[in-house]
């Protein structure tokens, strides 16, 4: 089993880019906000940033890697059988290793997504204008979830976006985008990306290479 990390900072493309891929040839999409967000709901606690780092605080505690613990046990738990599996929502190197010790290091890649904060902010704040990408973004599909609505609507203010751009980078993202085996650039030259087919092409030809090593 190949694992893909797909890393970046909000609104970078990077969960979009592995739901599409990943429903084109069968491969899951796991997010740390999943066993993040259960836990919230366990609390009674709505999905806003300043409760999701709190919690977050409180679960690192237990363990400095508990989301990425959590989503280890659904992919040997549900996903034996697949070539691959895309994780997203990962933010600390510590966290690489982890999975690299559990999966091997010749299986397990990460790849990092780029653009600027003005074009992020657009696609997350706008997302059907912002986004030249064919069906629903991750975003857009995850307005379904009643734990996402809030942390939506909050998230499409600046000052919010910002807020959670310097929260994910003080969990030690910076690393994680730097140390990267792929980088996939978002945006052309001409703003504010370049167009869904070319990055999607991309992405897949970075699939298929990860696939054919052994």
Not at 120 to 137: H, I, M, N, T, W
Not at 174 to 197: G, N, Q
Request: net charge positive.
């Amino acid at each position: 089993m190949k694992i893909i990390v797909t890393v970046g900072m909000p609104g970078s493309g990077k969960s979009s880019h592995a739901k599409f891929i990943g429903d084109k040839y069968g491969f899951p999409l796991l997010e740390t906000h999943t066993p993040l967000y259960d836990e919230l709901k366990k609390r009674g606690l709505s999905g806003t940033v300043d409760n999701i780092k709190k919690v977050t605080i409180e679960l690192k505690k237990v363990s400095d890697s508990y989301l990425t613990e959590k989503l280890i046990e659904i992919v040997k738990r549900d996903y034996r059988d697949k070539k691959l599996v895309f994780l997203s929502g990962i933010r600390a190197w510590s966290e690489i290793e982890i999975l690299r010790k559990e999966f091997g290091g010749n299986n397990v890649f990460v790849a990092t997504f780029l653009a600027s904060r003005k074009s992020r902010f657009q696609r997350v704040a706008k997302p059907k204008k912002g986004f030249d990408f064919v069906g629903e973004s991750t975003r857009e599909s995850e307005k379904k979830l009643k734990e996402k609505k809030e942390e939506e609507a909050l998230i499409k203010k600046l000052e919010e976006f910002i807020k959670k751009d310097e929260k994910d980078l003080g969990w030690g993202l910076a690393k994680v985008i730097a140390l990267a085996d792929y980088f996939i650039i978002t945006e052309s030259e001409k703003y504010p990306h370049k167009s869904w087919e070319a990055t999607d092409k991309e992405f897949e030809e970075i699939v298929n290479e990860i696939l054919k090593q052994k």
